[in-house]
């Protein structure tokens, strides 16, 4: 019984070890995964001080941000700025909820934008461009997007007062 006793307590040690292991080991990740965000929450930051607008962050290889604008509104001057930057539009959508747009730059990178309507008439705003994404292009396709919109708004109002018997 005591050579039972003594193999037990040697399994319990080694469990009490490796589980220690795994929580170091999981808390360091962590630790490292946070400074990650950190870094690139602070470099969105600092993007978004340089557009001029208050919330703006470059995460995991997109654009984030918001704007003051109905998802229809950002998807017409959306289409406006590809044209401008000759980008190609692959394809393009919207509603009162949502909108979409895709297009492929001269060397074939894709540009996607994705719009999601928020509360207050603001949109959350996506944009990414390429597979890993790139941050300077899609600060550019963004000013080009807010230089388009109050005009692209105006239009969206004109075309759904039309609508209206």
Not at 106 to 124: G, L, M, P, T
Request: glycine share 8%; proline share 1%; net charge positive.
């Amino acid at each position: 019984m005591a050579a039972n006793g003594k193999i037990v307590t040697n399994c319990v040690k080694r469990s009490v070890v490796g589980r220690s292991m795994v929580l170091v080991m999981t808390m360091a990740v962590g630790l490292m995964m946070t400074g990650c965000a950190f870094l690139w929450l602070g470099a969105g930051v600092v993007t978004g001080a340089a557009v001029g607008v208050g919330v703006t962050a470059y995460v995991d290889g997109k654009l984030q941000t918001r704007m003051k604008a109905d998802p229809r509104t950002i998807e017409k001057a959306s289409v406006k700025a590809f044209e401008v930057m000759k980008i190609r539009k692959v394809s393009s959508s919207s509603s009162a909820a949502d909108a979409e747009v895709i297009g492929r730059t001269v060397e074939d990178k894709k540009v996607a934008i994705s719009v999601n309507a928020e509360e207050n008439d603001e949109s959350s705003v996506f944009i990414r461009v390429g597979t890993f994404g790139d941050q300077a292009f899609s600060l550019k396709v963004y000013d080009e997007i807010n230089k388009h919109l109050s005009d692209s708004k105006s239009e969206l109002e004109k075309e759904l007062k039309n609508k209206k018997p």
